[in-house]
Nanobody, 123 residues
Framework: QVQLVESGGGLVQAGDSLRLSCAAS????????MGWFRQAPGQEREFVAA????????RYADSVKGRFTISRDNAKNMWYLQMNSLKPEDTAVYYC????????????????WGQGTQVTVSS
């Protein structure tokens, strides 16, 4: 059974940095695209970043481009979201997701999801 577990969330001030981690288990995640999404209270879940399997191609939401970096360690079945220059509008529950595909998906069409980790950025 596939399990994704996020960690690294917390309460920080505007301008600070956080690094989220996602630990995957239950299978080998070869040929899996991996993504990060977030959901603020009263809002829909939205795409943040994704990374492909084949060549590590990355995609970012415009709102985080230049501030966030997604990466993966295939040997450890881990992927990460480095978040710099955090803003209050980045406050949300952050979810990691995985899908067996060669594509780098920006949509919610992922098969496996974690339970989420809260990120709160104070002004």
């Amino acid at each position: 059974q596939v399990q994704l577990v996020e960690s690294g969330g917390g309460l920080v001030q505007a301008g600070d940095s956080l690094r989220l981690s996602c630990a995957a288990s239950g299978r080998t995640f070869s040929y899996y695209a991996m993504g990060w999404f977030r959901q603020a209270p009263g809002q829909e879940r939205e795409f943040v970043a994704a990374i492909g399997w084949i060549d590590g191609t990355t995609r970012y939401a415009d709102s985080v481009k230049g501030r966030f970096t997604i990466s993966r360690d295939n040997a450890k079945n881990m992927w990460y979201l480095q978040m710099n220059s955090l803003k209050p509008e980045d406050t949300a529950v952050y979810y990691c997701a995985a899908k067996h595909t060669a594509l780098v998906l920006r949509t919610l069409a992922y098969d496996h999801w974690g339970q989420g980790t809260q990120v709160t950025v104070s002004s």
